[in-house]
């Protein structure tokens, strides 16, 4: 069992492009499992909070990893430029292809930045993405992916928000790529095979 105390609530800035978009409503689990929670409005919101046995640096070495990070089980094919903007730390533009009735294409930014300690001792680091190009079909897609040190060195948090408002976009699909990207990082971390969709 991990327990892992909460940290203490202290306001930092966030840096243009890597503001939280929202509170993130989601305990921290106890052990290493994502918990989740949605809600509808005019649009889809999920949240999702995670453990991960992994020191703060490694696993955010990890999430640097386009591979890692897209999404893979909702979509037919990706094409990634990396380092495609050199304001952040790190970043990565996904071109995705999804083949059902109609072809639909997009573009999904980026953007990394350590916001507490060093890319190499981080305490904090910011991911933020969110759709820049392509089909109308999907008139909102983005989020945030927060990797947070605890009080076990070797133990980091996962923390994410997403927002969807897509014409064929369910709740239950963005929880779906919630847990994916949660389990690719923690298979990573663990030195697994990369795990199968959920």
């Not at 921290?28 to 509808?40: N, R, V, W």
């Not at 919630?178 to 298979?187: C, G, P, S, T, V």
């Amino acid at each position: 069992m991990i327990l892992a105390a909460c940290q203490d609530n202290v306001a930092t800035p966030f840096p243009p492009g890597l503001e939280p978009l929202e509170e993130n409503p989601v305990e921290q689990p106890t052990g290493e499992e994502l918990l989740t929670q949605a809600k509808d409005t005019d649009y889809i919101h999920v949240y999702g909070r995670g453990l991960v046995v992994s020191a703060p640096a490694q696993l955010w070495a990890l999430a640097k990893l386009p591979s890692a990070m897209y999404a893979r089980c909702s979509t037919d094919e990706r094409t990634v430029m990396e380092n495609n903007d050199s304001m952040y730390e790190s970043s990565f533009l996904v071109h995705y292809v999804v083949n059902d009735i109609l072809t639909v294409e997009w573009d999904d930014q980026w953007r990394y930045g350590t916001i507490e300690g060093t890319p190499e001792a981080p305490r904090l680091g910011m991911i933020r993405h969110q759709k820049v190009q392509g089909s109308d079909f999907i008139s909102l897609s983005e989020g945030t992916v927060q990797i947070i040190a605890t009080d076990d060195p070797e133990v980091s948090e996962l923390a994410f928000v997403e927002r969807l408002d897509a014409l064929s976009g369910s709740t239950g699909d963005v929880v779906q790529g919630m847990q994916d990207n949660y389990n690719r990082l923690r298979a990573l971390a663990h030195g697994e095979p990369e795990p199968a969709c959920p």
